[in-house]
């Protein structure tokens, strides 16, 4: 695994393990905290995305580039980590977990490069 892959693993990982303690009784708290994890990159992503493209006359090339590239890529990891975790809910195997770590750890990478470029204003 490359570091970088390691690093957004160890990440992904990280935000799946913290805050169980406001996950309901009786609640997985990876299927909670994937369902978070997935929630905050898509609002990210999705956020940054849509004031490249209201900005991209004044903003620079390096800009738009990366977020061609996460429009490409981004769309289809999401969807593939939809898919991993129902197979994750459905079969709680040791593989199926490292499989929702993979795809959630590819999701917190594509947010990672939208945040090079975008950080939201806080209000």
């Not at 990876?30 to 609002?43: E, K, L, P, W, Y």
Request: proline fraction near 6%; aromatic fraction near 8%.
């Amino acid at each position: 695994m490359k570091i970088a892959n390691a690093h957004s693993f160890l990440v992904a990982l990280l935000m799946l393990l913290s805050g169980c303690s406001s996950i309901a009784p009786g609640s997985d708290p990876i299927v909670v905290n994937a369902q978070r994890s997935m929630s905050a990159s898509f609002d990210l992503v999705d956020a940054f995305l849509r004031w490249e493209h209201a900005n991209r006359h004044a903003v620079a090339r390096d800009v738009t580039d990366a977020a061609d590239v996460i429009r490409v890529k981004f769309p289809p990891a999401f969807e593939a980590t939809k898919s991993v975790l129902a197979a994750y809910r459905s079969n709680k195997t040791p593989e199926s977990k490292a499989d929702l770590m993979t795809w959630l750890a590819t999701l917190r990478e594509l947010e990672a490069q939208a945040r090079v470029y975008y950080a939201p204003r806080k209000p």
